[in-house]
Antibody
């Protein structure tokens, strides 16, 4: 059974750095072709892809946020971490972790509110 | 970036009747490897999205066969042959041919 779970703060102040962790089970990030990524969804709005890291440590970012995002993996721990610097209220959203060969599996998501 | 445009944005459907959602991309989604990476997701109310269809028409594990995908190039369609109550939600198309991955605005399917 494949599961993914997001963890991190629910409230972050503007200008702070947000760190989110995805802990997964049922697959390995050392397997050829596998990736884990992050997608967010502001309240009542559409999905937005943020970042993706592959089994071979290839990393991809959405261009509009690339300067603020870092994605890393800890393969033995089955974890992927996303950091977003200098957050703003517009970054308020539910952040989803996704994994597999093509966004096959999703976590439940974690709502992050950016507010002073 | 490839822009994904879905129509309609809202689709009231009678139970047992078919539903159809269109997705158009701003450029061809044919990858250099010959595949077309057009994906459909379903998001039920209060739930995370789940993968329905990948590479235009391949149903993901456990997806009922009343869901089908078709299309080519820049024009794609998701069809539900007979809508059931559990199909209520928002449907998104997404292209995975190029980075950045991009989603459509979503189409809300609701029961009349």
């Amino acid at each position: 059974q494949i599961t993914l779970k997001e963890s991190g703060p629910t409230l972050v102040k503007p200008t702070q750095t947000l760190t989110l962790t995805c802990t997964f089970s049922g697959f390995s990030l050392s397997t050829f072709g596998v990736g884990v990524g992050w997608i967010r969804q502001p309240p009542g709005k559409a999905l937005e892809w943020l970042a993706l890291i592959y089994w071979n440590d290839d990393k991809r970012y959405t261009p509009s946020l690339k300067s603020r995002l870092t994605i890393t993996k800890d393969t033995p721990k089955n974890q992927v971490v996303l950091t977003m610097t200098n957050v703003d209220p517009v970054d308020t959203a539910t952040y989803f972790c996704v994994g597999g060969r093509g966004f096959d599996y999703w976590g439940q998501g974690t709502l992050v509110t950016v507010s002073s | 970036d490839i822009v994904m445009t879905q129509t309609p944005l809202s689709s009231p459907v009678t139970l047992g009747q078919p539903a159809s959602i269109s997705c158009r991309s701003s450029q061809s989604l044919v990858h250099s490897d010959g595949n077309t990476y057009l994906t459909w997701f379903q998001q039920r109310p209060g739930q995370p999205p789940r993968l329905l269809i990948y590479k235009i028409s391949d149903r993901f594990s456990g997806v009922p066969d009343r869901f089908s995908g078709s299309g080519a190039g820049t024009d794609f369609t998701l069809k539900i042959s007979r809508v059931e109550a559990e199909d209520v939600g928002v449907y998104y198309c997404m292209q995975a041919t190029q980075f950045p991955r991009t989603f459509g605005q979503g189409t809300k399917v609701e029961i009349k």
